[in-house]
């Protein structure tokens, strides 16, 4: 689900209404739209953490980057996943 936001500029070309790998465009605009909106109501630290690994970024590099060990990493990108999987859930 978070590799939606991450949809390539060049695929959100096609006019709005087109199918385009079995969702439509503009679907596909809406949902990079709500995972945008929820990662920015991440904590930034988990935001980083995720954003930076979603760009193939290793937990070693992140880990050095944000100044703390491996598995802080590894418990803040899935503390991340976990929040945006709510953040995400249709509402009923």
């Not at 991450?6 to 096609?14: K, V």
């Not at 979603?54 to 990108?77: M, N």
Request: hydrophobic share 50%; proline share 4%; glycine share 4%.
């Amino acid at each position: 689900m978070v590799a939606a936001a991450f949809i390539s500029p060049a695929a959100l070309q096609a006019p709005y209404g087109r199918i385009v790998s079995g969702l439509r465009v503009d679907d596909r605009v809406a949902t990079v739209d709500a995972v945008r909106r929820a990662l920015a109501e991440l904590p930034e630290d988990f935001r980083a953490a995720i954003v930076l690994r979603e760009f193939a970024s290793l937990y070693a590099d992140i880990a050095e980057h944000q100044g703390v060990s491996v598995q802080t990493v590894k418990t803040r990108i899935h503390r991340a996943r976990t929040q945006l999987v709510t953040l995400l859930a249709p509402v009923s």
